[in-house]
């Protein structure tokens, strides 16, 4: 069966290229350079004469705060582009499985664990836009599956756990907020059960919203504390703060963990705890390094 991934270069499609290393499917990896998403033509030439069963759309604008001044852009690729998928995938009879977010529920309160049957209510451009990316994709009448996902990190790319184990090796002391919640998620945990579903047939039949990051709960002052530790750079004093104390043009999500019960019910898969799997990815990193 032929697989094509979008956004093949970003952390999950990266994650991807890993996960499918031993398939017995065929993958095609794309990003902009190979295929603009955004141009339907292009995307429905690129299914058809591909023979494409699935694509496993991971390209998306996610820069939260550039996005308030780049709209249409953000636009284009989140929503528009996701259209244009749909639009070739279900001529060629095909299934969509596409990447989504917590920023959905960006706005939304209290502070229980967010199901798929969750009204959305996006704050942000990102959000807003990623949002009409999901409701083009189920008014499409494309076969399709959404997954939301939320704290994504790898090995690739620039990323929070990155990020944190530069400036606690590097900076006396640090503030992080501890006033927002969720749930860290390795991109290759993802990855990994993107890959499996695939080969296991198990996206047939079982369409719709699904929610995926990994099992528990933190701050970003919690999870930052945990990459120090880690990592081993202790010297580094960590003190939580108000997310006040970093001015942004978006309000972001106060709780968003995402209830993984409907996933692990549907494709029988378990999820890892985040602290297990950022052992590994900080593990990995400090090998690679080596």
């Not at 995307?43 to 759309?57: D, L, Q, S, T």
């Not at 259209?83 to 969509?96: D, E, F, I, S």
């Not at 990190?153 to 184990?165: A, E, I, R």
């Not at 003190?239 to 409907?262: A, N, Q």
Request: aromatic content about 8%.
């Amino acid at each position: 069966m032929n697989i094509l991934v979008t956004g093949a270069n970003g952390q999950l499609g990266s994650s991807l290229r890993n996960a499918a290393r031993n398939s017995n499917d065929n993958y095609l990896f794309t990003d902009v350079a190979d295929l603009d998403i955004t141009d339907p033509q292009a995307v429905e030439e690129m299914v058809a004469g591909n023979g494409i069963r699935v694509v496993i759309n991971c390209a998306a604008y996610t820069n939260v705060d550039k996005a308030e001044d780049d709209r249409d852009f953000a636009e284009a690729l989140n929503a528009g582009a996701v259209r244009n998928l749909a639009r070739a995938v279900k001529a060629n009879n095909g299934t969509l499985i596409h990447i989504s977010t917590d920023y959905v529920f960006g706005g939304s309160l209290g502070n229980t664990p967010r199901t798929e049957s969750e009204p959305a209510n996006p704050t942000g451009v990102y959000g807003i836009t990623k949002l009409h990316g999901e409701e083009a994709l189920l008014s499409s009448g494309c076969s399709c599956l959404i997954f939301r996902t939320a704290w994504l990190y790898s090995q690739y790319g620039k990323n929070f756990v990155k990020t944190m184990l530069d400036l606690t090796a590097t900076r006396p002391e640090l503030k992080v907020v501890f006033d927002q919640a969720g749930t860290p998620t390795y991109a290759q945990d993802l990855a990994d059960a993107l890959v499996r579903i695939v080969a296991d047939r198990k996206f047939e039949g079982r369409e719709g919203i699904y929610h995926y990051s990994n099992e528990g709960v933190c701050s970003w002052y919690d999870f930052t504390k945990m990459i120090a530790s880690l990592a081993g750079n202790a010297s580094c004093i960590i003190r939580p703060c108000h997310s006040d104390e970093f001015p942004s043009k978006v309000v972001r999500p106060s709780y968003s963990v995402l209830d993984k019960t409907k996933f692990k019910e549907t494709f029988g898969l378990e999820i890892p705890y985040w602290v297990d799997s950022l052992k590994t990815c900080i593990a990995n990193l400090q090998n690679h390094e080596a």
